[in-house]
């Protein structure tokens, strides 16, 4: 009886190994351009205003110009367009949007960026961008600041902050 015992629970472990084995993931390495979001929000407290979710791309070397040519539409950070949510009406560049969602676009310039709001989402990069489909524009001015090695976008004070590089943009948001 033992035997069989012993015999039955081998196999079982076998089985079980096998299986385990047959049905593993395999899984690719980590994302070279992480997908990030940024939430605004008027105290910790406060509902949402607005959240963004987008692919951070890294410079590693290579030039801002290279990755997001000034006077093209850019994707706004890497893999999919960033998504933009906004839970409720507001001015954005002083232009109003209702709540809803979309993608953000941008076309970056030496001295100005154009922020795009387009009511196509789920798209992957711009390369199916279609202009007709805008909600808004704004143009915003360029400033400088530290480097950073990752596009990165923040809310704050009523300001989404994009930067990259040196390249700072803020689009300010109000209610």
Known sequence: MKKSTLLSTL??????????????????????????????????????????IYSRPQLKGRSLGSLAPNGKVWRTGAN?????????????????????EYSLFTIPGENEWTIILNK???????????EANDVIRVDVPVTTGDELE????????????????TVRVNVPFSI
């Open 11 to 52: 196999a079982f472990a076998f089985i079980v190994l096998l299986s385990t084995h047959a049905n593993a993931q395999k899984f690719a390495g980590l994302d070279k351009s992480p997908m990030d979001a940024a939430l605004y929000k008027t105290s910790r407290s406060a509902p949402a205003i607005a959240k963004v």
């Open 80 to 100: 999919e367009a960033a998504n933009l949510t906004i839970y409720q009406d507001v001015k954005i560049g002083g232009k109003s949007v209702s709540a809803g």
């Open 120 to 130: 196509d989402i789920n798209v992957w990069g711009a390369y199916s961008y279609n």
């Open 150 to 165: 990752a596009f990165s976008i923040a809310f704050s004070d009523g300001t989404m902050h994009l930067g990259w590089g």
